[in-house]
């Protein structure tokens, strides 16, 4: 598998695999199928309510624990210092691990954000008490980033943002790429756009003919020319799937190589139009559900 460094040196998988909108009762076999298939590398959060299933994984699998790079983020009801820390404790215990790989804020708080920055700080402290290995955030915007920077110490290792050919967000990727913080591209193939509820009159990128059509070219999936998109360029792509013959097809796409000309076309099919929620509108009071104790 090959990794990204972060910033502060630790070393990343490339590629790994998501658990959003993976339901409990199937989590366990998604994730064993992956650390069967090779992954070393998972993305979940306080608020997919997977973490126990996760970590129930991570254990029978029988991979050494510190092969696998464990992934998980803070909901916005547990921003503000001391409850971020109490955050990372509820995760640690659902996961059943005394340290996580990665932890990041899932979302700024734009209309609170001082509770962010109190949140952000809690990440600083874990991180210097050695429970985490790298800190970072999610759907951060310029502006939010601008922010952080001027008001914190850390340097986000991460910013998962969603990022696809319809929607690639390059102002942030540009501001992020400045600070050497890394792009990891959340619904990477284009998920978010055709979940149930969300985009039934949208086209889904992977039926696009551009996408297709390099597919035809080089003998792989459209899924798997979307990755290599990504990875190419440097990114981190979290991929989900619950379907093992899904899994392991997004996680062959280290033996292809897009040229300028189709990343160039693929780049063009930028659409400006965001499938998930705008991360200027997240609120408390919209989004604010509690994350359980147990
Ligand atoms: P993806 O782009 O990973 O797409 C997932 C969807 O594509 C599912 O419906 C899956 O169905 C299907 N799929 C998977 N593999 C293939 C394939 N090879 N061919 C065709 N269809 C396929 O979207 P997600 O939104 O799930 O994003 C990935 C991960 O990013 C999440 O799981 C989560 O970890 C993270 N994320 C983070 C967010 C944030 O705010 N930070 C927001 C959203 C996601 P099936 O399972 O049936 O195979």
Redesign the pocket.
Same mark, same amino acid.
């Given at each position: 598998m090959q990794t990204l460094t972060l910033d502060n040196g630790v070393q990343m998988p490339t590629l790994g695999l998501?658990?959003?909108?993976?339901p409990p009762e199937e989590t366990k076999a998604a994730v064993r199928d992956a650390l069967d298939l090779g992954y070393r590398h998972i993305?979940?959060?306080a608020a997919?309510g997977n973490e126990r299933e996760v970590g129930q994984a991570l254990r029978e699998s029988g991979v050494p624990r510190d092969d696998v790079f464990v992934e998980t983020?803070i909901w916005i009801s547990d921003y503000g210092y001391e409850q971020t820390l109490h955050g990372f404790d509820k995760s640690a215990a659902k996961l059943g691990l005394d340290r996580i790989d990665l932890l990041i804020l899932?979302?700024a708080l734009p209309s609170d954000f001082d509770r962010t920055l109190a949140a952000y700080r809690a990440l600083e402290k874990l991180l210097a008490d050695g429970k985490v290995r790298a800190i970072g955030v999610?759907?951060f915007m310029v502006d939010h980033l601008r922010r952080l920077l001027d008001a914190t110490t850390v340097v986000p290792a991460v910013n998962?943002l !969603?990022i696809?050919p319809y929607f690639q967000q390059r102002d942030v990727l540009d501001f992020d790429d400045a600070h050497r913080i890394l792009n990891q591209a959340?619904?990477?193939?284009?998920?978010?756009t055709?979940?149930p509820g969300y985009g039934e009159d949208r086209t889904s990128v992977?039926d696009d003919p551009v996408v297709t059509g390099i597919a035809e070219t080089h003998g792989k999936?459209?899924?798997?020319v979307l990755l290599r998109w990504g990875v190419q360029q440097g990114r981190s792509v979290?991929?989900?799937?619950?379907?093992r013959h899904?899994i392991a !097809?997004?996680i062959d796409v280290f033996d292809f190589t897009l040229t300028p000309d189709e990343v160039t076309a693929l780049d063009a099919l930028e659409t400006g139009r965001r499938g998930?929620p705008d991360p200027q509108a997240v609120t408390l009071a919209d989004f604010g559900r509690a994350i359980p104790e147990a």
């Open positions: 998501g658990v959003f909108q993976t993305d979940t959060a997919y983020k899932h979302q999610s759907n998962q !969603e696809h959340w619904s990477p193939i284009g998920g978010i055709f979940y992977l999936s459209p899924a798997q979290i991929p989900k799937s619950t379907k899904r !097809e997004n998930g």
